[in-house]
């Protein structure tokens, strides 16, 4: 196989090299079904969750701050708003690794600068997605947060008062 770079000055030369055998032996047919469909889905969440240690991540932190949201009793639409822009950042985690054996597949553990911009594309926009929805969280979460603690503070200090 021969790719060329987008200016087609340099030709990189990749030799086809079979792929082992995976436990996905039928996933190239079109699924029959619906639930077909949901199976190969769940094989991508489980295969992105056993790999890829952000998304275990991301799914960590986006369980706490989804917690921390139905414990401090945020409203229904708040709740409903970090929980789309964990799945925004859990989404942007899965394109970014789909994108990413695309690119190893294509390349095949030679280097190319195209495939280094895009790689580096989808991680910045998983990084992005990310920080978007850590100043979600922040906004919506701090305010009760801060409440809370005051609270607690006013009852320490009420305490000593009283002693």
């Given at each position: 196989?021969?790719?060329?770079s987008e200016?087609?000055?340099s030709?990189?030369?990749i030799?086809?090299?079979?792929l082992?055998p995976m436990a996905?032996?039928?996933?190239?047919?079109?699924?029959t079904?619906?639930l077909?469909?949901?199976k190969y889905?769940?094989q991508g969440?489980a295969?992105?969750?056993?790999t890829q240690r952000?998304?275990?991540i991301?799914?960590?932190?986006?369980?706490?701050?989804v917690?921390l949201?139905?414990a401090?009793s945020?409203t229904?639409?708040?709740?409903a708003?970090i929980?789309?822009t964990?799945?925004?950042?859990?989404t942007?985690?899965?394109?970014n690794?789909a994108?990413?054996?695309?690119?190893?597949?294509?390349?095949?553990?030679?280097y190319?600068?195209l495939a280094?911009?895009?790689k580096?594309c989808a991680a910045?926009?998983?990084l992005?997605?990310?920080?978007?929805?850590l100043s979600?969280?922040?906004c919506?979460?701090?305010p009760?947060?801060?409440?809370?603690?005051?609270?607690?503070?006013?009852?320490v200090?009420g305490?000593?008062?009283?002693?």
């Amino acid at each position: 196989m021969t790719i060329y770079s987008e200016n087609s000055e340099s030709v990189t030369q990749i030799t086809e090299t079979p792929l082992p055998p995976m436990a996905r032996s039928l996933s190239w047919r079109v699924a029959t079904n619906l639930l077909v469909s949901f199976k190969y889905a769940w094989q991508g969440i489980a295969y992105a969750f056993r790999t890829q240690r952000n998304f275990r991540i991301h799914v960590g932190v986006g369980s706490i701050a989804v917690s921390l949201a139905i414990a401090l009793s945020l409203t229904p639409v708040e709740i409903a708003v970090i929980i789309l822009t964990c799945g925004a950042v859990l989404t942007m985690e899965l394109i970014n690794t789909a994108l990413e054996s695309v690119v190893d597949l294509t390349v095949q553990q030679t280097y190319h600068e195209l495939a280094k911009i895009a790689k580096d594309c989808a991680a910045a926009a998983v990084l992005i997605s990310a920080l978007l929805s850590l100043s979600v969280a922040v906004c919506l979460l701090l305010p009760p947060l801060w409440q809370l603690v005051q609270g607690q503070l006013g009852q320490v200090q009420g305490w000593d008062m009283l002693s």
